[in-house]
């Protein structure tokens, strides 16, 4: 089957519950559609603090009710993880139905879109071994964690794009213990923002998730 080509939507800044519903619906036309087009979800969120469902919580720390965002549940794989302004976040909604259903390649295509954006912007950015997400040396750039249903994915990454980190430490981001979280413009990225990032992030994954 002939893939159409990624459909890409820039939300702006919305609530993550606002996030979940609009996957949902995406998601659920795409279930009955084989030949529907797959969609790429550009946005920042408000904050808050996102688990996966299942998962140790130990990663949200020792004061969970003292955490100064809301924390939500949620159906994608991993652990802790802060979502906020100044982050750019991507719901990648793929059918991998016509991808061989072949998670891990999913996965990996996420590092390798977000990798050339990081390069393009100037900073060296690449993947380590055995860890999902994006990293400039030992500092965590962008996250990743999805879900899938009947083989259509959900959810997608958070790359740090400028702005305070501070809503990372008071939780174990990932569950790593002692991971330094860092964005593009501490990596010199001078002048980059979320929604011109965005534009980037678009072209590049347009053609990186094939």
């Known amino acids: 089957m002939v893939r159409k080509p990624l459909k890409t939507q820039w939300l702006g800044r919305i609530q993550y519950a606002d996030g979940i519903r609009k996957q949902e619906e995406i998601l ?27 998962a140790d919580r130990g990663s949200l720390g ?17 652990k802790a993880t802060y979502h906020g302004p100044g982050q750019l976040v991507g719901y990648a909604l793929l059918d991998l139905r016509v991808r061989g259903q072949d998670l891990h390649r999913h996965l990996r295509s ?5 990798v050339e954006c990081c390069q393009i912007l100037g900073v060296k950015a690449g993947r380590r071994e055995g860890l999902t997400g994006v990293w400039v040396g030992r500092r965590k750039l962008a996250s990743i964690g999805v ?4 083989w259509i994915t959900m959810h997608g990454f958070g790359l ?11 939780i174990t981001p990932c569950g790593l213990e002692g991971v330094e979280m ?14 011109s990032v965005s534009v980037l992030v678009a072209e590049v994954f347009g053609r990186v998730l094939r």
């Not at 946005?43 to 299942?54: C, F």
């Not at 879900?147 to 009947?150: A, L, P, S």
Request: hydrophobic letters at 35%; charged letters at 25%.
């Open 182 to 195: 860092t964005s593009l413009e501490a990596e010199g990225a001078d002048g980059a923002s979320v929604e």
């Open 147 to 150: 879900g899938v249903r009947r």
């Open 110 to 114: 996420l590092e390798e879109g977000l």
């Open 62 to 78: 020792e004061r969970q009710d003292a955490l100064p965002y809301p924390v939500v549940e949620t159906n994608r794989g991993g």
């Open 28 to 54: 659920a036309a795409k279930v009955d559609n084989l030949g529907g087009a797959d969609e790429l979800l550009l946005l920042e969120h408000e904050p808050v603090y996102t688990i996966g469902r299942g």
């Open 160 to 170: 740090n794009v400028c702005g305070p980190l501070g809503g990372f430490e008071h």
